[in-house]
């Protein structure tokens, strides 16, 4: 049997990484195209067998068919992966996230009609107003242009399908940690801790509700989504469902350090941070999707990778 031809935009990225590893372990034929210079053999301990650094356009798209072959799936994590980021530089992050998109639909529908394509999206396209977990269905209100790009991107794919019968399915993440991640709470955490700050500040009161998902899970989830991808647009939350205030995570990390330190809030979150981010799985559930790294032990995890990192650089 021929193995499956997969390409990921974006593949160099954390999400990438970790998705590419999974999908070659499954046998797959996995191919990427993204920002980063990446040594063949470091693509490959990635289970990468072809890379092209550049952006995400026609001529590289062509390239990498020359190549790989035509996909039978296409991940699409490219894009803007940051929300203060895209505050700072809306245009670049539309650029990044929208016109990315735009790119690799109108690709596919003249080179590679008949590719799936898995669209990884943010529970950032809800907005700040939702108290308990979220369904797929419920209301969208972007507040920053990182969540209004997602959105935006998701409503392409839509068309496309609707118009051109592209194959799609959305998958909309929330909280993922794990290693490799060098920004968020649980980097900037340990790059306090590591500081030798004997009491280390953070922002918000502590109470905010996230839904913790480790990388190694959620690349399984993207794979077990995959084969629904249709003209229908299905979408799918990539959550736990369970809900793990701030100030709990930053115990979790407290406990897996090698020194001690005492952790505050300073009471001021930034404008637009929601107070809960919680996924209603329902969908996911439905598939069989079983969650197996509970936050305690992926935390612990990237401790052990972080201080692995930072002090041995390995």
Not at 287 to 307: A, C, D, P, Q, R
């Amino acid at each position: 049997m021929t193995a499956e031809s997969i390409w990921i935009t974006g593949a160099h990225g954390f999400i990438g990484k970790h998705l590419a590893r999974t999908l070659a372990e499954l046998g797959c034929q996995v191919s990427g195209l993204g920002h980063g210079s990446w040594p063949e053999q470091h693509a490959a301990d990635w289970g990468v067998t072809r890379w092209i650094n550049g952006e995400i356009h026609s001529g590289n798209l062509q390239l990498l068919q020359q190549l790989a072959g035509t996909p039978d799936v296409v991940y699409h994590l490219a894009g803007g992966s940051s929300v203060g980021g895209a505050i700072a530089n809306p245009r670049e992050d539309f650029f990044r996230t929208v016109c990315s998109t735009m790119e690799l639909l109108e690709w596919l529908r003249l080179n590679a009609p008949k590719a799936r394509l898995v669209v990884v999206s943010s529970a950032a396209v809800y907005g700040a107003s939702h108290q308990s977990a979220i369904s797929e269905d419920d209301l969208q209100v972007p507040y920053s242009p990182y969540g209004y790009h997602k959105l935006i991107m998701e409503q392409l794919c839509q068309s496309y399908a609707a118009t051109y019968g592209t194959q799609v399915v959305v998958a909309r993440l929330f909280s993922v940690y794990g290693s490799f991640l060098q920004k968020q709470l649980l980097w900037d955490l340990c790059v306090k801790l590591e500081s030798g700050m004997p009491t280390v500040v953070l922002g918000g009161t502590g109470g905010e509700l996230r839904d913790w998902t480790d990388v190694r899970d959620v690349a399984r989830a993207l794979c077990s989504v995959k084969e629904l991808a249709s003209d229908t647009v299905p979408i799918f939350n990539v959550g736990t469902g369970k809900a793990t205030s701030v100030h709990d995570v930053a115990l979790i990390v407290l406990n897996a350090w090698p020194t001690k330190a005492t952790i505050t809030f300073s009471g001021n979150s930034r404008r637009g941070d929601p107070f809960s981010l919680v996924a209603n799985n329902s969908r996911l559930q439905e598939l069989g999707f079983e969650w197996t790294i509970s936050v305690e032990s992926g935390i612990y995890n990237y401790v052990e990778w972080y201080l692995s990192y930072v002090r041995r650089g390995t």
